[in-house]
């Protein structure tokens, strides 16, 4: 407890592990359907509104309790606004251990998927015979349960490494090779003849199609993709030097995300078009829809192989967050050591985390609440307890600890600094909690 606080190599170290921890398969796996579910252009507009608004608002207030406090959401709540406020900080830890649980699962599709291409079973197959490959892997009682252990053990072999060495080390060298792989495939995806009616249904809005649970989606994608609400942006917060300015980076993080999920919509929705799958195929709609275009590109199954590679760190660098919430809760709390908690919390997740994969096959009829154990495990997380825990650190900041947040911006301007006041007491609760009220 006495050692100094890891920390940041250099603020763009920062920017991209936030970025990383943003940037995954909330943007390239769930984006793509739940926009296809939700009829294209208005739910792409609305996200990014909640981005830009809520999302900064909630995610400077994160920074800034991290960053002031040096400590995960529990000892961050308990240290600076008051030991009942601690209560949203273990909400985080639970929301977090209850993504792992069935992020982890399609982490280990990724994975699957990697197997899959690089020995050459993607290649050559029809609309069809895509959806079957697809649907016959993840009903398999044992594989994507084996997947998702292999996904946690290389999560595990990360988290190890420590903040700098491990996770932000990954992060900068692997992800901008992923935004450039998704750019070839976006142009080989619109040269496609039908692509321009997929453009077309992702970029342009059509309202009659909003209706309030389009708004609860949107908000609640906007608050996984910037993976706000639980904790994460406290912690990395916490191993942020004083210097660094919050907006700036922030703004760098949520612009980064935005693009990447603009980008993921543009690979995914033309393919979607052009080949005629359908668009609300559901949480296999980009492991249907993408081997079709890599079946088009000269050496496509190596470039495939390479696109879930990248996209598997892409999950890793999202997932390794989400257990650094857990672990360090009980490092930071509880004096634990890194090694210990870290394997343990793994496993716990790898248990856990067999109920959801299994609810794409052996228990698909097991629904509690009306839903499978996969889809009520990522409705309550994204849609009520991120969201829930926005309000908390908002209302935390601007009613009860604002000097701690102005503080933490020394150099922003008195427009924008009542602008996040007003952001944190009013806009933020009134705005998340009208849409979850409405939307129950
Ligand atoms: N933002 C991640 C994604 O979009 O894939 C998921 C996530 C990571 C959510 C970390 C929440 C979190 F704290």
Redesign the pocket.
Known sequence: MTAARAQWGSRLGFILAAAG???????I??FPYIAGNNGGGAFLLLYIFFSLTIGLTVMLAELALGRAAKLGPVGAFRKLVGSKWALFGYMGVL??FL?MTF?SVVGGWTLGYLVKAVSGELTGLSREGLNQVFGSFISDPWKPVWYHGLFLLLNMAVVLGGVKSGIEAICKYLMPGLFILMIGLIIRALMLPGAMDGVAFFLLPDFSKVTISTVVEALGFA???????????ITYGSYLDDQAKLVSSALWVIGL?VACALLAGLMVLPVVFAFGFDPAAGPGLSFITLPAIFDHLPAGQWLGALFFALLLV??LT??I??IE?VASYFIDEHGMERRKITLAVCLVMFVAGIAPSLSFGLWQDVKPFGRTIFDLLDYLTSNVM?PLGGIAVSICLGWIAWPILARQLPHESPWFMTAIRLGCRWFAPLAIGGVLLKGI
């Not at 921890?21 to 943007?27: E, K, Q, T």
């Not at 608050?223 to 942006?233: H, I, P, T, V, W």
């Open positions: 921890s943003a940037i995954g398969l909330g943007a796996w769930k929301t977090g993504i992020y608050f996984f993709s910037l993976s706000l609400g639980m904790g994460a942006m995300q892409a999950a999202s997932s967050s989400l919430v991120l």
